[in-house]
């Protein structure tokens, strides 16, 4: 962002009393300040007039391929990703496996189905990490079509996990490291309203939420490695299904 043709001008009071002249000292400073004005809120600039996001009239916000559901930020080490799933676009943001499906004419839902369909996120390979004080966290919003569904949302690399799962009857809170601690959450997969799984993990607990109500909370077997986040289908009783809302994932980035 280059400088303001002038510097800012300061005007002395004594140069508006109402008996000294309009002189052109007074009449050139006027001029003048508008001018900064006028270039600091962007008119010099050649990208646009306005402040435009552009990156270099203001902050650059980095967004998604499709450019309006999913939104990627970057700032201070933080890193925030949110995606409603509005447009049938998994490219820029995930790497699917199998046949994740945007559903059309539902307001941003996209489903995976029992045969392994999954979505795992591609940005930059695997940029989440615990690591104290700093907490990471997710939140899914999720439907299932059958109570006993076999999915599974979170943080993994493969062997190490903070996650939620569909675990037969319940949903069940998982953290793998060299073991795995798990409990049971006592909530039944709904099948007729969308359910928000949120976990807040730090480098010595993790808190599972389920609709807001903190259902478990590990101090063991916290993951200690570089993760990235995963929602995935596991092969199910008839049309086992799950149906996701939205994914939010906000916290430190590795």
């Given at each position: 962002m280059a400088a303001p043709t002038y510097t800012w001008n300061t005007i002395a009071a004594t140069q508006t009393d109402a008996d000294s002249p309009l002189d052109t000292t007074l009449m050139e400073a006027e001029r003048q300040n508008l001018i900064?004005?006028?270039?600091?809120?962007?008119?010099?600039?050649?990208?646009?007039?306005?402040?435009?996001?552009?990156?270099?009239?203001?902050?650059q916000a980095v967004m998604a391929d499709d450019g309006l559901s999913s939104v990627k930020l970057k700032r201070q080490g933080e890193i925030v990703i949110f995606d409603d799933f509005l447009f049938d676009n998994l490219s820029g943001l995930w790497t699917p496996t199998g046949t994740p499906a945007v559903i059309t004419g539902d307001n941003g839902i996209l489903r995976l189905t029992g045969t392994g369909d999954a979505i795992t996120n591609g940005m930059n390979g695997k940029p989440f990490k615990v690591v104290s004080p700093n907490t990471l966290s997710f939140e899914v919003s999720v439907k299932s079509s059958v109570t006993n569904t076999l999915h599974e949302f979170g943080f993994t690399n493969g062997s190490q996990k903070i996650t939620f799962k569909g675990n037969?009857?319940?949903?069940?809170?998982?953290?793998?490291?060299?073991?795995?601690?798990?409990?049971?959450?006592?909530?039944?997969?709904?099948?007729?309203?969308?359910?928000?799984?949120?976990?807040?993990?730090?480098?010595?607990?993790?808190a599972f939420y389920i609709d807001g109500v903190l259902k478990a909370t590990h101090t063991t077997q916290i993951p200690t490695a570089t993760m990235y986040f995963m929602a995935t289908t596991i092969a199910g009783p008839g049309s086992n299904y799950s149906y996701l809302d939205y994914i939010h994932i906000w916290g430190n980035r590795n």
């Open positions: 900064h004005l006028e270039e600091w809120l962007g008119d010099a600039y050649t990208a646009a007039k306005n402040h435009d996001h552009d990156g270099v009239n203001s902050a037969g009857t319940y949903w069940y809170a998982y953290t793998v490291l060299s073991g795995t601690t798990s409990t049971s959450t006592a909530v039944v997969p709904s099948t007729t309203a969308y359910q928000k799984l949120k976990a807040v993990a730090t480098a010595t607990s993790v």
